[in-house]
């Protein structure tokens, strides 16, 4: 039950899903499928309607026209405690309002699990999350004392722990330094080649055509474009779309994003 | 120590102190009464006869027409303000919601004060108790309205909220104390001082079924309050069911609040203190909390009756203002360490 193989069925199917808000289309008649064994990269500018999308595909957000399902159910027929075990969200803001231990917290992963089958699982993948995340040594500290990357890494083994066939993972990236940048996409690529459905927000361009099986662009509300990285990823759409001349380079068949610098006054 | 040697130690503490402050609370007064006559006594009313028992009737009397009622009853209210003070830091989130700063407590007497003054009498005993857990109920509601945004608590929202709430029961007491009889007015002021001061084996009836449900309860939730620690969002995302959690809590808060305040006043501080002490001893995790909340506050408000009936010869003292001794210079301590920490509360 933790972990589905039924790479390349769609898990999560939107279809024709607007959110309007005050009159504006904050997410405007997308339609888009997430398949278990890929991980898509959601991108566009700040303000395109990145998270919103994601928290309607997540069942967050009751979409204004348009449905969702998850795993063939109705998103919405769903009681919370089944939606959580079908899909796990990592959030952009993760504080804790008590001093609860990483341990502690790490563990509040496997809640949707408990008094069920699936409990068995509990140390398994708790210890997965746990290496993947590279937090094995903060253990008993308080979450509440840990450096703002720390924090991100913890939630996200809090989100690995929860052993859903979705993640999602709203800029999992942000606050953190190379080297683990490019652990949580390895972390997120990994997931996808266990079966899961990762769909990941992400603002750097390279990080997304490095890692993405499929990158879905959103610009404006839409969906700009999807595709493999290097079909999505061009110079003449990312201009557009950013509104910044960028230089695409390939490496090893993926796209490098540069803006081309200089190109301005100074 | 590790946190499951800390718990450990917390309970025989606890427990310790809870056996230490009955039995004293039994043992001393006007009238001293040996700690072998307590038992006797106890072994006694349980069909056990012994020769400790007391042979003199109004030993026998005063203890179980005074003390143990008074007593049991310290020990029921003082485990629903602390419980109370847990579930409200829980679902705001925050350790300085307390029913008493944010306003719940003086919302239940100003509801309980309004049953004295009108004369509502239609459901006896239970009147006062049913008007202090609606005006507990509204208070709560008010303040959690009114202070979240977004899934969070701001503090300073809160804290004024409090304050604004608190003023306006302070003035609704005011306007029943002025419209209310001689006897009313003693009553209302009673209330606003806090004390256990005659409580009655009936009154006992009401306020210890409805702690124990209410306890049970919280503790049957912990699980969710400590998902609920990591943001409304992220508790939703684990399946707990955010709106109906907080909806329950807001009316067992009041419950329990509103229980307390219609027999005893407002004794204000419990839940603040003894849920942040026990959080610093064993962690922040709730069903351990609350437990360990409900027997440190019975322990606190024995301790604290004790002395208010003590340490003037012959004067009982209101409670409530112990309370408030204890609960003011600890609300400073907190804010002087966060201040330390991170700057104050934003």
Known sequence: MSAPKTSGSPTIVATGVSVVIEARAIVDDVSIEIRGGELLALVGPNGAGKSTLLSILSGDVRPTRGSVTIAGHDIRSLRHLELARLRSVLTQENQVSFPFTVNEVVEMGRSPWAKTAGRDDDAGAIAAAVRATDIGHLGERRYTSLSGGEKARVSLARVLAQSAGTVFLDEPTAALDLRHQEDVMRTARALAAEGRAVVVVVHDLSLAGAYADRVALIADGRLESTGTPLEVLTAERVERVYGLPVEVIVTNTRPVILPVRGAFPA | ?346
């Open chain 2, 1 to 346: 120590m590790t946190r499951t040697a800390r718990g450990v130690t917390l309970s025989i503490v606890l427990v310790v102190a809870l056996v230490v402050a009955v039995l004293l609370s039994a043992m001393v007064g006007q009238l001293a009464v040996t700690p072998a006559e307590i038992v006797g006594s106890l072994l006694r009313a349980a069909g056990v006869p012994n020769d400790w028992a007391p042979g003199d009737q109004i030993i026998e009397s005063t203890l179980w027409v005074v003390r143990f009622p008074r007593i049991v009853m310290g020990l029921a209210v003082g485990a629903a303000l602390a419980v109370a003070g847990s579930v409200m830091q829980a679902i705001f989130g925050n350790p300085l919601a307390e029913p008493g700063v944010v306003g719940v407590s003086s919302g239940a007497a100003l509801g309980a004060a309004a049953a004295i003054v009108f004369g509502v009498t239609a459901l006896g005993s239970w009147n006062i108790a049913l008007f202090a857990f609606v005006g507990g109920l509204l208070a709560t509601l008010l303040v959690y309205f009114v202070s979240r945004a977004n899934g969070r608590t701001e503090v300073v929202t809160l804290l004024l909220t409090g304050i604004a709430i608190n003023a306006f029961a302070g003035a609704g007491l005011a306007f029943l104390l002025f419209a209310g009889d001689t006897a009313s007015r003693e009553q209302i002021t009673f209330w606003q001082l806090g004390s256990l001061n005659g409580s009655l084996w009936r009154e006992v009836g009401i306020v210890a079924p409805i702690m124990i449900v209410g306890l049970v309860v919280a503790v049957l939730l912990g699980r969710q309050y400590d998902l609920l620690a990591l943001g409304e969002r992220n508790a939703r995302h684990l399946g707990v069911n955010v709106e109906a959690l907080r909806v329950g809590s807001i009316v067992l808060v009041a419950l329990l609040t509103g229980v307390a305040v219609a027999f005893c006043g407002i004794i204000a501080f419990v839940g603040l203190v003894v849920p942040h002490v026990i959080r610093m001893a064993i962690g922040p995790s709730h069903r351990p909390l609350i437990i360990a909340s409900a027997v440190g506050g019975g322990a606190l408000i024995s301790f604290a009756d004790l002395i208010a009936r003590t340490v003037v010869p012959g004067a009982d003292l209101p409670i409530g203002m112990l309370t408030s001794l204890i609960g003011g210079p600890f609300f400073f301590y907190l804010l002087f360490r966060q201040r330390k920490r991170s700057g104050g509360w934003a």
